[in-house]
């Protein structure tokens, strides 16, 4: 991204899963890796920003240059973004966050019983929903994973979070979503802009994200 040009700006970004306790030796998660949001750290530094990468549990290594806050659970991850939040000047909500914890999380390992057992869940926080509600001049910029309606439920996320951009992938498409070293991606603008991509490293989809991000920082800030 040589022309995309940050510095002297804050850019906010979380990756890979939220893990969620059972019990000491159990945890509610999923498949993010950490791929997609490692990669836009990497750009993102590129670009002169100071970069601050808050990352669930994976086995990637932080790029050469951000700030690393590592994070296991939705409610650490909300506390570490909120508290980033306020001087922040874009964040990309990369992270694949649970959307439900254990309702009793156990202190003790659990004991097999014979018969069926049944897991109570409650909600986490919407950490998107959140940082929508509070956003004063930051650029926001979610993700949304889908198996279907990809861009309909994607247009649903940006209105309802208050979001200015929302990276739709369906997560079921080959060569897309979790794991993968590429992903096909569709970049969903507040202003009805949408901007379908074809079949990309996720380094490329990095750029072209921070690109975009970069418009609409300039379009707030005139
Ligand atoms: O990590 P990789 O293996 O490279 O895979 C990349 C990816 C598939 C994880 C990534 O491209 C992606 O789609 N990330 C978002 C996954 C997700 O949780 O989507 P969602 O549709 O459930 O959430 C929508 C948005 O709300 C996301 O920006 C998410 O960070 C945010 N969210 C969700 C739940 C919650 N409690 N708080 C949130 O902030």
């Known amino acids: 991204t040589s022309e995309t040009n940050f510095s002297g700006k804050k850019i906010v970004i979380t990756a890979g899963p939220t893990r969620e306790k059972i019990d000491p030796v159990r945890y509610i998660t999923n498949h993010s890796s950490g791929k997609m949001g490692y990669a836009i750290a990497e750009e993102a530094v590129r ?12 086995s990637l290594q932080a790029p050469k240059g951000v700030r690393l806050i590592n994070v296991e659970s939705a409610e650490e991850m909300y506390h ?26 156990h202190e003790h390992k659990v004991k097999k019983q014979p018969g069926e057992q049944a897991l109570e869940l409650e909600r986490t926080k919407d950490i998107l929903y959140e940082l929508g509600k509070e956003k004063k001049d ?6 949304a994973a889908e198996t279907e309606h990809v ?18 992938n369906n997560v079921k498409s080959d060569g897309a979503g979790f794991g993968t070293d590429t ?35 300039r379009d707030e800030l005139q």
Do not use: C, W
């Open 47 to 58: 670009t002169g920003a100071e970069v601050v990468l808050i990352s669930g549990p994976v």
């Open 80 to 105: 570490a973004v909120m508290k980033e939040y306020t001087n922040a000047h874009v964040v990309i909500k990369t992270a694949a966050v649970a959307d439900y914890r254990p309702k009793i999380i």
């Open 138 to 143: 930051q650029i926001l910029i979610g993700f």
């Open 183 to 217: 992903n096909i991606v569709t970049l969903i603008k507040r202003n009805g802009v949408s901007i379908e991509l074809p079949l990309m490293s996720k380094k490329e989809v990095a750029v072209k994200i921070l690109e975009e991000a970069a418009n609409l920082l």
């Open 151 to 168: 861009a309909e439920y994607a247009q649903i996320k940006l209105m309802k979070k208050n979001a200015d951009m929302i990276v739709a």
